[in-house]
């Protein structure tokens, strides 16, 4: 069990840095990407994994590192930034909240984290083209299927074939 204490002072931080998300998000929201505003996004978003982990918040710490790695690959320009994303954070950062008042109640996380961590990861996965809403073929689809290149097997009775 997590010490009452230790647990307010996490909670307390990580609602000062989910208002720090908010406006980051926001002004991600009306201005599109901007770096500097993508890092104070990305800084409370680890901040608060850090703390979360360090206590032994498993869900806040999963689905902060969910969100960590999407803003990563967000900063590195292997996704676009778009609308459906900005969504997804503003749901990621209700559902943080929801965790700290979880554990500011009850010291144990009850919120599920389940779907929306497949839904970020969802997102990370994407390719830059698909992110801005181009249509992407991916190399495996563009391969035929086994079934389509394998010639007709004919079978031959011994001694049938000519050498």
Do not use: W
Not at 72 to 88: A, H, K, N, Q, Y
Not at 105 to 111: A, I, L
Not at 118 to 145: F, K, M, N, W, Y
């Amino acid at each position: 069990m997590i010490d009452n204490e230790i647990l307010q002072d996490y909670a307390s931080e990580a609602r000062e840095l989910l208002e720090e998300m908010d406006a980051s998000l926001i002004r991600l929201e009306k201005e599109g990407k901007n770096p500097e505003v993508l890092n104070t996004l990305f800084r409370a978003v680890h901040c608060i994994k850090g703390s979360a982990e360090y206590i032994g918040l498993e869900r806040s710490g999963t689905l902060t590192h969910a969100v960590e790695t999407l803003l990563s690959r967000v900063r590195e320009g292997l996704i676009e930034l778009d609308p459906r994303m900005t969504e997804i954070l503003f749901r990621a950062k209700d559902v943080i909240s929801a965790l700290i008042n979880d554990v500011s109640k009850g010291q144990e996380e009850k919120t599920d984290i389940t779907s929306l961590v497949e839904d970020l990861a969802a997102i990370g996965r994407q390719t830059p083209q698909e992110s801005a809403g181009e249509s992407v073929v991916r190399a495996e689809e563009e391969q035929p299927r086994v079934e389509e290149t394998l010639p007709e097997i004919v079978t031959a009775q011994p001694g049938a074939i000519d050498a």
